[in-house]
Each structure stands twice: as structure tokens, then as C-alpha cells.
């Protein structure tokens, strides 16, 4: 069983910045891929980002391409998310979660879920 914990979120005015990290414990985080995903109100959970272990691959959602960057630290456990150019439709709760296996852009994938940390961005 793995343990996530998100932090990093908070209220930015559009065009700032917010860094999110997610630490894992109770597992072997090098085994999983992890990715972010995020959630607004009224609206499914849908897929930021993903890095697979050890970083070979990377995907992002069209909407957050050239702003966000995921990164990963095997030997702290954590998992990052810069996000640059925040707008408001990125107001959202994110979480980070950790999958070991299947199609590592859908939900479904991924059996371990953090907290969520809510991200709010004013225009």
C-alpha cells in the first residue's frame, strides 16, 4: 500500500505560478507511474499529467502543454507539478495518485489516490 500526500496549492492571480508536490510513502514509488490529475466543480476527474517510472515518458492534457511540467524524484519519493501562465479555468482540485499498471491516462488505472489539494486562480 502506498501513501500519497499533496501540497503546494493555494490562490494565485492568472499569469502566476503554483508548485505541487506529492510525496509517497509505504511503497515503492521507483515501480509506479504517477500522475496528476485534476477536478473542478461539477465536473469529472480528468487526466494533467503522467510520467511513467522512471521517467522515460510524459504526457499532458492539450490544456496545459508548454505550461505545466511534471517531475519526479525517485530517491525523495515526490512528484511535482510546476505550473506556470495559471488561468482561471485551472481552478481545480488536483491530486496526484500512483498506477502500476493499464493506460496511464485514464482514472481507472490508478489505485492510489492523495488528499487532493485545491488549486484556485482569479482573474
Known amino acids: 500500500q502506498v501513501q500519497l500526500v499533496e501540497s503546494g496549492g493555494g490562490l494565485v492571480q492568472a499569469g502566476g505560478s503554483l508548485r505541487l508536490s506529492c510525496a509517497a510513502s509505504?511503497?515503492?514509488?521507483?515501480?509506479?507511474?504517477m500522475g496528476w490529475f485534476r477536478q473542478a466543480p461539477g465536473k469529472e476527474r480528468d487526466i494533467v499529467t503522467a510520467?511513467?517510472?522512471?521517467?522515460?515518458?510524459?504526457y499532458y492534457a492539450d490544456s496545459v502543454k508548454g505550461r505545466f511540467t511534471i517531475s519526479r524524484d525517485n530517491a525523495k519519493n515526490t512528484v511535482y507539478l510546476q505550473m506556470n501562465s495559471l488561468k482561471p479555468e485551472d481552478t481545480a482540485v488536483y491530486y496526484c495518485?500512483?498506477?502500476?499498471?493499464?493506460?496511464?491516462?485514464?482514472?481507472?488505472?490508478?489505485?492510489?489516490w492523495g488528499q487532493g489539494t485545491q488549486v484556485t486562480v482569479s482573474s
Open positions: 495518485a500512483a498506477s502500476t499498471s493499464g493506460i496511464f491516462t485514464r482514472v481507472s488505472s490508478y489505485g492510489y
Open positions: 510520467m511513467t517510472r522512471a521517467g522515460a515518458f510524459t
Open positions: 509505504g511503497g515503492t514509488f521507483s515501480t509506479y507511474t
